[in-house]
């Protein structure tokens, strides 16, 4: 779990100095803090995984702003505490493997076209949202789809 192995990880981080990587896993225990409160229990592991890819994705947001802004140094900044994130992101689904899940999926709608794409992924996303972000099982299903 990773709220385990956070306190080690911050540890290290204290032990090297290394200011970025200590105030992102700070950061990240403090939202896992948060989270098990809000809910009143420990989380279970995919709970975990979905705080981490909250931060995560807030991190690609302020990046996308900072870029924008031509704040090169506070991008670089979030590009750093992103990179410390994905470490505790479960290994991906190769595409090959995602294809195969969709056409598990798919078998159950055999008139499967685009019009129903938001009704597969209603069906995809709670099985694959642990090992495949939300936006890549759309594109991969779009292939399949306008196959």
Known sequence: MITDSLVEKIANALKSKDQVRLSTLRMLSSALN???IEKGRSLSEE???????????????????YKKASRIDLFEKEQ??????????????????L??????????????DMSQMGQIMGVLVPKLKSRAR?????????????K
Not at 80 to 97: A, C, G, N, R, T
Not at 99 to 112: C, G, M, S, T
């Open 99 to 112: 294809d195969r899940q969709i056409q598990k999926e798919l078998v159950n709608f055999p008139k499967a």
């Open 80 to 97: 750093k505490e992103l990179s410390v994130l994905k470490e505790f992101f479960p290994p991906e689904i190769s595409d090959e493997d």
């Open 134 to 146: 939300p936006e890549r099982i759309a594109e991969r299903l779009k292939k399949l789809l306008q």
């Open 34 to 36: 948060y989270e098990r």
């Open 47 to 65: 709970e975990e995984i979905a705080v981490v890819r909250k931060e995560a994705k807030k991190r690609v947001e302020a990046m996308d702003a």
